[in-house]
Each structure stands twice: as structure tokens, then as C-alpha cells.
């Protein structure tokens, strides 16, 4: 069975630009789910869909961060303009249909680096 | 709003010592625990889980944690560790009736042959 896949692996920019993420969850979840993880912090969550539609975002800098996940699969988290304290590892993750009780499955994450 | 609290950041322990990493959280309600662990250059996944029954639960490699609701705490226990446990360990909290988790800053483990 695939995992989660997120491209790009890394990132760098400078500050002020726009970048994107990509992640494509294990076929089948309903749940899919961006984290932002600073060095020495555990994930953050930043947003939660379940399918097409957004279950939570109230940690999502709305400013700055836009995520979609259209048809339901595949999903981009955007950053514009990116901000020094934006360098971070950004995971996701998804899992069957989002109940409290399930296992999240990860992808290897995207660090972005921002000067 | 949910917490969790993991009070080790890194624990350094030789092979066949015993382990337990600490993780304490806020909520008063019901809850769903996990610990999740990343091995080097690997993705987070999950170690083992609470949601019901058996306060104890087993998890792979020989690791267990005990959920204590009087002391809103899930620690993680293995009674002898190996080299190939050195990685990060992250206690999560779900409380709401939804798959959004509460992660601690989680636990580098090193343990030395």
C-alpha cells in the first residue's frame, strides 16, 4: 500500500516569496490533514479536511496560509509572503474518515527554510 | 483547549536499560491517546494507542503505556531498550470527536550500544 507522497522533499526561499506543497494521502482517506512542525516543537495542526471541505483551519495564519483539496484527493498548502518564523517541516497526513480514535498516517514532510 | 506535556526532551540510556518517557495532558473530558515515533530519515508513525478498555495497551517492539485518568497521564514504557530505538517519541491527545491531535514537543531517545 503507498504511503502519504508530499513533494517538494525541501525548500528554500527567500522572505516575502509564495511557495506551495503538495501531498497526495493513501487512496481511500477521507481525511487529510496539514501539520506544521518547528524545530524542537511537535506538529502543529493547521488544518483538517474531510473530503473536499474543511473540518478545522482555526490555527491556519489566514493572512498568509490558503490550503485546498479539490475533488476530495490530493492537496496544496500555500504560503505568500513567507515570513522567517514560516521555516519549518510541513507534514501531512490522513486517515481513514477523521474519527478521534484513528491512526494518522504521515508523509515524510517538506522543510522549508526561509531567508 | 487541550495540552500535552512531555517533561524528558532527551533521554540517553545504554542498551537493556529500562525506559519511560512521561506525557501528562489537559482535558477533562474523554480522550483518545497515542504515541507516535520517528526513526531517523523515517516518517512519524504510530507506536501504539488508548481509546478504550484495558488501561494498558501493547504497542510494536515491545513498548506498552499505561493510561492513568486520575493523573491524566499515558507513559511509555519498554523494560529493555536496544540501539534501534533511538529516534523521537511524540505523545498526541485527541479530545475533541474529531481526528484533530494535541502533540507534545516530543522526546529524542538515545540509546547507546
Known amino acids: 500500500e503507498a504511503g502519504v507522497a508530499q513533494s517538494p522533499r525541501y525548500k528554500i526561499i527567500e522572505k516575502r516569496q509564495s511557495v506551495a506543497f503538495w501531498c497526495n494521502p493513501i487512496?481511500?482517506?477521507?481525511?487529510l490533514y496539514w501539520y506544521q512542525q518547528i524545530l524542537g516543537q511537535g506538529p502543529k495542526l493547521l488544518i483538517q479536511?474531510?473530503?473536499?471541505?474543511?473540518?478545522?483551519d482555526s490555527q491556519l495564519p489566514k493572512d498568509r496560509f490558503s490550503a485546498e483539496r479539490l475533488k476530495g484527493v490530493d492537496s496544496t498548502l500555500k504560503i505568500q509572503p513567507a515570513k522567517l518564523e514560516d521555516s519549518a517541516v510541513y507534514l501531512c497526513?490522513?486517515?481513514?474518515?477523521?474519527?478521534?480514535?484513528?491512526?494518522?498516517?504521515f508523509g515524510p514532510g517538506t522543510r522549508l527554510l526561509v531567508l | 483547549a487541550q495540552s500535552v506535556s512531555q517533561h524528558n526532551h532527551h533521554v540517553i540510556l545504554s542498551e537493556a536499560a529500562s525506559l519511560e518517557l512521561g506525557c501528562n495532558y489537559s482535558?477533562?473530558?474523554?480522550?483518545?491517546l497515542f504515541w507516535y515515533v520517528q526513526y531517523p530519515g523515517q516518517h512519524l508513525q504510530l507506536l501504539l494507542k488508548?481509546?478504550?478498555?484495558?488501561?494498558l495497551v501493547k504497542g510494536i517492539k515491545g513498548f506498552e503505556a499505561e493510561f492513568i485518568k486520575s493523573k491524566f497521564s499515558f507513559n511509555l514504557r519498554k523494560p529493555s531498550v536496544q540501539w534501534s530505538d533511538t529516534a523521537e517519541y511524540f505523545c498526541?491527545?485527541?479530545?475533541?470527536?474529531?481526528?484533530?491531535?494535541?502533540f507534545g514537543d516530543g522526546t529524542t531517545l538515545t540509546v547507546k550500544p
Open positions: 497526513a490522513s486517515s481513514l474518515a477523521g474519527t478521534s480514535w484513528e491512526t494518522q498516517y
Open positions: 487512496s481511500g482517506h477521507a481525511t
Open positions: 479536511f474531510q473530503n473536499n471541505g474543511v473540518v478545522d
Open positions: 482535558y477533562g473530558g474523554t480522550v483518545n
Open positions: 488508548y481509546f478504550s478498555g484495558d488501561p
Open positions: 498526541a491527545v485527541n479530545a475533541d470527536n474529531a481526528g484533530k491531535s494535541t
